[in-house]
């Protein structure tokens, strides 16, 4: 079984400034797929970014980018830039890269940042 | 296009009573899913479904009924709620395969007294 581990409950980061959030996985698969998702104080869930395990190259969207490194199952979501938009639960997620998997995501207890003035 | 579509938003029920909580889509996606987000504990699958009349349990299917009878349509089932089923219930659907997004609906908020 996989699971996946957010250290920190809680973080806090002014506007414009930079804040990374922490996710660490256990796995003994080799294909998987990672994924952030932000949760905002609507309830909506919302795909931030992802990343593919057989991919080397960080994924970024915009003012959001990971830095993923597999031999040490780390996968921190780095937010440039912060807008107090980006106030919400933060969600780390791992998937398996196989048919009939795509529907089983396994989450972390997320992080919840507050974007401050 | 409305995406995953949940109903109610919100629900209270009695210990005992038994409900359906709807979900649907119309992005003819294959899998769909069912969580339950809890405080603390993040998501946890409790059913999901590779396609129509195929289902199989997750992480916590226990109290919960699932069918998949279209391939819009994934109702979840409490069949005689219990104060432990009090959560915020998501149900999530995707195309399967590479293209590996899933889409949430809004969540349904339900209180078991």
């Known amino acids: 079984a996989q699971t996946v581990t957010q250290s920190q409950p809680e973080m806090s980061v002014q506007e414009a400034e930079t804040v990374t959030l922490s996710c660490t996985y256990d796995t003994s698969e080799n294909n998987y797929y990672l994924f952030w998702y932000k949760q905002p104080p609507s309830r909506q869930m919302i795909l931030v970014i992802r990343?593919?395990?057989?991919?080397?190259q960080n994924a970024t969207e915009n003012r959001f980018s990971v830095n993923f490194q597999k031999a040490a199952k780390s996968f921190s979501l780095k937010i440039s830039d912060s807008q107090l938009g980006d106030t919400a639960m933060y969600f780390c997620a791992f998937m398996k890269q196989n048919t009939g998997t795509a529907s089983k995501l396994t989450f972390g207890t997320g992080t919840r940042l507050q974007v401050t003035l | 296009n409305a995406g995953v579509t949940q109903t109610p938003k919100f629900q209270v029920l009695k210990t005992g009573q038994s409900m359906t909580l709807q979900c649907a889509q119309d992005m003819n996606h294959e899998y769909m899913s069912w969580y339950r987000q809890d405080p603390g504990m993040g998501l946890r699958l409790i059913h999901y479904?590779?396609?129509?009349?195929?289902?199989d349990q997750g992480e916590v299917p226990n109290g919960y009924n699932v069918s998949r009878s279209t391939t819009e349509d994934f109702p979840l089932r409490l069949l005689s709620a219990a104060p432990s089923q009090t959560s915020v219930y998501f149900c999530?659907?995707?195309?399967?395969?590479?293209?590996?997004?899933?889409?949430f609906g809004p969540g349904t908020r339900l209180t078991v007294l």
């Open positions: 999530a659907s995707s195309w399967g395969g590479r293209d590996s997004e899933q889409f």
């Open positions: 990343q593919e395990a057989y991919k080397q």
């Open positions: 479904s590779v396609g129509a009349g195929i289902t």
